[in-house]
């Protein structure tokens, strides 16, 4: 398991439940020399789209069937290999992947083993939607690569700096710790990167900053960060709880569970598809894309614009709620899809909130920009920003950190990401 001396490149992959996307960048100096994304992988039509940032080529889009994460990945390595990227590159130091559920025994980055593997295999049934798409691409990449350093990069590390009275559900001691049941959040690689860049545009250090993160992609989760330690966050065992998202519920009467079994008739896996796939903006309207929401609402949609009420209730509550728990903030941060791109959630998300020091200004929040920006005016006593976030980046530093370096310091590092 051991990259050429000087190999410096990492390929990134963040396979979803439908989608991979992937970026390769050289860590000498953090540039990307491709990004790109397979989408709607399993349905009639899939789409790749690649992007090489070198040598001036443009971005080239094709259509297909992509049955399963296992071709997707294989389209990736083509995609690369066409503009001499492959993955036989001995340029290549490592691969980094995604892994949304890490459970209990993971909260740093890990050299992927085969005891690595088997964990998080165990943790399918708690990441349903996302761990088998992880594995299935690093099972893909390490059958291309078998020589190269494999990483996991978890969702639930950042969050493992949660007070025990945050992570722990209040429901019986013994049987919660028989199943590992408890708070673990998720999208830590981005809550880290997003709070860290914040802090930098407050010209201040992590450890002096308290800000709550908004997370608004297709999941969405919020987290509360105090001096760069995840205090709290929305998603809890698994990435269903918390705010209204595309297409989950997040927070609900677990009863509501019961009934639908009881009365509705339901089974255990009917209810799972109903509030993992059916709920949410999805089970609201139809509709999952905020653009296409706020285009019905500007029509006069009554069903999208009740969607969108619900949805920044629930993110409003988030918003005080994690106020509350931080005492002091310092910035309210808004990220992913619909953080960075929707400037009514924005808007709507922090109205009525003047007393809390929350002000919007509706000329800077209509700057559309993919750098770090304020959206609240100069004065204001809480700063709102926008900041776009680099999952990918993010997994492919620490990826580095841990296999750009002598091998020795590597297991080193291992042992400590496996405590
Ligand atoms: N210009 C835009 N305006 C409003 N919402 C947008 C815009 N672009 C993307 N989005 C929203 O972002 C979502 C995707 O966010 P993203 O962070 O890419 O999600 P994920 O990583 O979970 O797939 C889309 O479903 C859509 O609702
Ligand atoms: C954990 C999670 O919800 O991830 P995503 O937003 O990519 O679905
Ligand atoms: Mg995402």
Known sequence: ?????????????????????????????????????????GEETSRVVHTPLTGGAGKRERTGAVPDHAAALKAVAEELASDGLGLDSPELAAIGHRVVHGGLK???????????????????????????????????????????PQVAVFDTAFHTTMPEYAARYAIDVETADAHRIRRY?????????????????????PEEVNVIVLHLGN??????VRGGRCVDTSMGLTPLEGLVMGTRSGDIDPAVTFHLKR??????????????????????????DMREIRRRIEEGDERARLAFEIYIHRLKKYIGAYYAVLGRVDAVVFTAGVGENSAP???????????????????????????????????????????????????????FALVGVDPRDRDRATLKGNA
């Open 1 to 41: 398991m051991t990259g050429s001396a000087t190999a410096t490149r990492v390929l990134v992959l963040n396979s979803g439940s439908s989608s991979v996307k992937y970026q390769l960048l050289d860590m000498e100096d953090g540039t990307r020399l491709a990004v790109g994304l397979v989408e709607r992988i």
């Open 106 to 148: 993971f909260s740093a980055p890990t050299v992927i083993t085969d005891e690595v593997m088997a964990e998080i295999e165990r943790l399918v049934p708690v990441a349903p939607l996302h761990n088998p798409a992880n594995i299935t691409g690093i099972r893909t990449a390490r059958a291309l690569r078998p020589d190269l």
């Open 185 to 205: 959040g998720f999208h830590g690689t981005s809550h880290a990167y997003v709070s860290r860049r914040a802090a930098e545009l407050l010209g201040k250090a």
């Open 219 to 224: 999941g969405a989760s919020a987290s509360a």
């Open 263 to 288: 009365v509705a008739g339901m089974s255990e896996d009917d209810v799972d598809v109903l509030l993992n796939k059916r709920s949410g903006l999805v089970g609201l309207c139809g509709d999952n």
């Open 345 to 399: 959630v924005r808007e709507a998300a922090v109205a009525g909130l003047e007393e809390l020091g929350l002000v919007v200004d509706a000329d800077l929040n209509t700057v559309r920009s993919d750098v770090p920006r304020f959206v609240s005016p100069d004065h204001a006593r809480v700063a709102v920003a926008v900041v776009p976030t680099d999952e990918e980046l993010e997994i492919a530093r620490q990826t």
